[in-house]
């Protein structure tokens, strides 16, 4: 699972591939695993301009194999909310600070508090919360660096968001895809694709 905006169009599949397990991706890990992508399956109402409905299932080529750094994670109920306050985390290899953005070798692991909708309604004229979510701390100093390359949102061990988008030149508020808003969509989808 992943955001919508991610899609790549490759006549080749096998040049779009996942790393599982890795804590860095430039060195070989024991635990971790390559697997390339066989379908990229977009939300049908996904729309690119407001960035509504950002979210792609991924099928994989082969499955995955559970190990110590790699495992499953729960979905949310269809319509489960997350209450402001709680804090989650969101992980990636991609990141921006109020300075610049960089790619990274290490994972990036930030905390972030979910957000009243109304502070995404007052950034963002596009934001939806039907089907997006808002994160992030203005005060902290985590705030000064964010990840930005499409990662779960994780709250209390369930994946609730995918980080959709966020401002240009602050780091604060983030918006990201509502998973329990598509979990009929991800169950429908799931039972059409073959092994």
Not at 37 to 57: E, S
Not at 124 to 147: E, H, I, L, N, P
Not at 159 to 185: C, D, M, N
Request: net charge positive.
């Amino acid at each position: 699972m992943t955001a919508a905006h991610c899609y790549v169009r490759f006549r080749d599949l096998n040049k779009i591939s996942v790393v599982l397990g890795a804590h860095n991706v430039r060195k070989p890990e024991a635990n971790s695993q390559k697997i390339d992508v066989r379908h990229q399956i977009v939300h049908p109402k996904y729309r690119r301009k407001t960035k509504h409905n950002d979210i792609m299932l991924l099928q994989l080529t082969q499955k995955a194999k559970l190990n110590d750094q790699v495992q499953l994670i729960g979905l949310p109920a269809k319509g489960e909310a997350v209450q402001p306050g709680t804090v989650c985390r969101v992980s990636g290899w991609e990141g921006r600070s109020l300075w610049n953005w960089k790619s990274l070798n290490v994972l990036l692991e930030v905390d972030l508090p979910v957000r009243r909708d109304r502070v995404c309604e007052k950034a963002f004229y596009t934001y939806a919360a039907r089907v997006q979510m808002c994160a992030g701390d203005s005060s902290s100093k985590k705030s000064a660096f964010r990840v930005d390359s499409e990662g779960a949102l994780v709250c209390n061990g369930t994946a609730h968001g995918i980080l959709s988008y966020g401002p240009r030149r602050r780091t604060f508020p983030q918006v990201f895809a509502k998973v329990s808003s598509f979990i009929p969509w991800i169950e429908s989808e799931l039972k059409k694709l073959k092994p």
